[in-house]
């Protein structure tokens, strides 16, 4: 703008220059003024979740379970508990039984688990009782029997407390559950080696020979019935396994042991049903090779 222009007093200026200089005010005004930006959203929080919703977590707040480490077939049957079912059930999803024994049909699974224990070990006692024949026909059934029943109760109070030192949502209901379906499966493969048995109890008087194959049988049968109960434990919590373990040795020894104690097992009747004597089972076991082979 000149010095002319500036000198000019507001009448003399051409009303048409006026409205041209608002409009160019107007227009920097508008180009200086920042445009208002969309309004930030606030980030969304995450829903409020339940304690049983959060898959982290397990109902007991103290116990952290992976989802991961929790057996897929932890869920209800597909059909309704029988003999055939809870067999099928140990065999291939054991974890099923354990589900139905927690938050299903409790009362059938433990009526049929209980059966399966009780005739499959009665069989094999029987089959051990045919090696001598006589009256081991039907003492040795009960003694094995009555001896894995004892076994049970005795090992049982070991287990909740190693589980529960081992970090895992124990109960001693729990614990039963656990203990009664690992029988059953040992069962079920005491069964499934019994024809095997029974060739050799018809074909062979050694007494040394039919310990080791017993014994060989048992530790496999053994074998799957702890391997599942390790399994299905980590239903309870996902933790080291190190008590579980110890409590799995505890329990072969034992068994060991009761064979000891309830003998003889295999080979003719003594004068008492019960022996008078005291033995560790690796002394007896040395003792009946060492016969075995005098004759």
């Not at 059938?108 to 009782?129: E, M, N, Q």
């Not at 074998?223 to 239903?235: D, E, H, R, S, T």
């Amino acid at each position: 703008m000149s010095q002319n222009d500036k000198d000019k007093e507001p009448e003399d200026l051409d009303p048409e220059e006026i409205e041209n200089e608002n409009e160019n005010t107007e227009a920097s005004t508008e180009d200086s003024t920042p445009e208002p930006s969309e309004t930030a959203q606030p980030p969304e929080l995450p829903p409020r979740s339940e304690p049983g919703d959060n898959p982290e977590l397990s109902d007991n707040v103290n116990v952290i379970v992976k989802p991961s480490e929790i057996p897929s077939e932890y869920q209800a049957m597909e059909s309704a508990p029988s003999l055939g079912s809870i067999v099928d059930a140990l065999l291939k999803s054991p974890t099923r039984l354990l589900y139905e024994w927690q938050e299903g049909r409790r009362q059938a699974v433990v009526r049929f688990l209980g059966l399966i224990f009780a005739v499959s070990f009665l069989v094999f006692g029987l089959l051990l009782g045919m090696f001598s024949g006589e009256s081991q026909l039907w003492i040795v059934p009960l003694k094995v029997l009555g001896g894995a029943t004892v076994t049970a109760l005795i090992t049982l109070p070991s287990l909740y407390v190693f589980s529960s030192l081992g970090g895992y949502d124990m109960t001693l209901q729990r614990a039963c559950g656990l203990l009664l379906s690992g029988l059953a499966l040992i069962g079920v493969i005491l069964l499934g080696l019994a024809p095997v048995l029974w060739i050799f109890t018809q074909s062979t008087n050694s007494v040394g020979f039919m310990g080791f194959l017993v014994l060989i049988f048992w530790m496999s049968a053994l074998g799957f019935g702890m391997g599942m109960i390790l399994k299905n434990a980590k239903v309870f919590g996902n933790h080291k396994t190190g008590y579980l373990v110890l409590w799995t040795i505890i329990f072969v020894t034992v068994t060991l042991q009761m064979s000891t104690s309830l003998r003889p097992l295999l080979g003719p009747t003594e004068e008492t049903i019960f022996p008078t004597e005291k033995r560790f089972f690796l002394e007896h076991w040395t003792k009946t090779l060492t016969e075995s082979n005098e004759r």
